[in-house]
């Protein structure tokens, strides 16, 4: 029998469309049923996430969907707040080469193992050179020369153009291309050892949150678009959206797809079952 936490650690990305999803709940709109339960909110970029869930340090937190098959024995899905891509996703870009053909042998940047764009990376640059880096300097970093081309995420993938730099290949298009199904760029865990009945009303939650904030546009936009590039209105027009409020089965059919190629390039085991936390 699971005991009813006295706190719950919330961690989502320092990105608009995160801080947009979460404003309701995080203004104190909307709150659990239980109020002595203290909810604690916090932020951090998403390979710092992947890490912190494989420590089991949060009871709710965004990761790469690419993570999730060595997280399944300790957490499940949520149907809500989920980062999705229908023709995008993480973009390919460089100075000077064009194809990912091109980028045989070469340096191709990533923000890190396991993220989204390191996979698709992996998947659609075959004999490249993927090196780990932070994933705000990586665009820099390509036009200095540091490495030939970068994957960038979050709102990086914005602004790229004003620095010179071109799109060799927008992976997250090339992953819908191929499969014939959208992207799934990222999940949203919660804890298992917080019982169904909680884990359910958290996702609930999430998903009036995220709801909260749609009907309440403007209040919620002033907070996220105080944090990442200023892109925060196109951001959230990607990934705050009817894909973040339910997950779609096309996407849930996608997740599979994804677990099962990561399976097969033995980057991760296939999980043999798996759970969808859904909204009340």
């Not at 390979?47 to 949060?58: E, G, P, T």
């Not at 849930?252 to 043999?272: G, S, V, W, Y």
Request: net charge negative; glycine share 8%.
């Amino acid at each position: 029998m699971n005991r009813t936490p006295s706190k719950i650690r919330i961690a989502y990305t320092p990105d608009s469309d995160d801080v947009f999803n979460y404003y309701g709940w995080e203004s104190k709109h909307l709150e659990l049923e239980d109020k002595n339960i203290e909810v604690i909110f916090e932020r951090d970029h998403i390979i710092a996430l992947n890490l912190a869930a494989q420590k089991r340090i949060y009871d709710v937190v965004g990761v790469s969907s690419v993570a999730y098959p060595l997280l399944e024995k300790d957490y499940w899905i949520m149907a809500v707040g989920n980062s999705v891509g229908r023709g995008y996703g993480p973009v390919l870009v460089s100075k000077k080469y064009h194809s990912p053909e091109e980028l045989k042998g070469k340096r191709i940047a990533i923000a890190g193992m396991p993220t989204t764009g390191g996979v698709l990376a992996l998947m659609y640059c075959e004999g490249a050179k993927l090196v780990e880096e932070q994933y705000d300097l990586i665009s820099d970093k390509v036009i200095e020369g540091e490495y030939d081309a970068g994957v960038l995420i979050h709102e990086e993938l914005l602004f790229f153009r004003g620095k010179g730099l071109k799109m060799v290949c927008d992976l997250g298009q090339a992953w819908c291309e191929d499969t014939g199904l959208p992207l799934p760029v990222g999940l949203n865990l919660v804890k298992k050892t917080l019982g169904f009945p909680l884990a359910r009303q958290i996702t609930t939650l999430c998903q009036q949150s995220l709801q909260w904030s749609h009907a309440h546009y403007d209040e919620a936009f002033e907070a996220a678009s105080r944090v990442g590039r200023g892109c925060a209105e196109d951001h959230i027009r990607m990934f705050s959206n009817d894909d973040t409020i339910c997950l779609k089965d096309d996407v849930r059919e996608a997740i599979n797809i994804m677990f099962d190629r990561m399976a097969d390039m033995n980057l991760a085991p296939r999980p043999a079952t798996y759970d969808i936390i859904e909204p009340q």
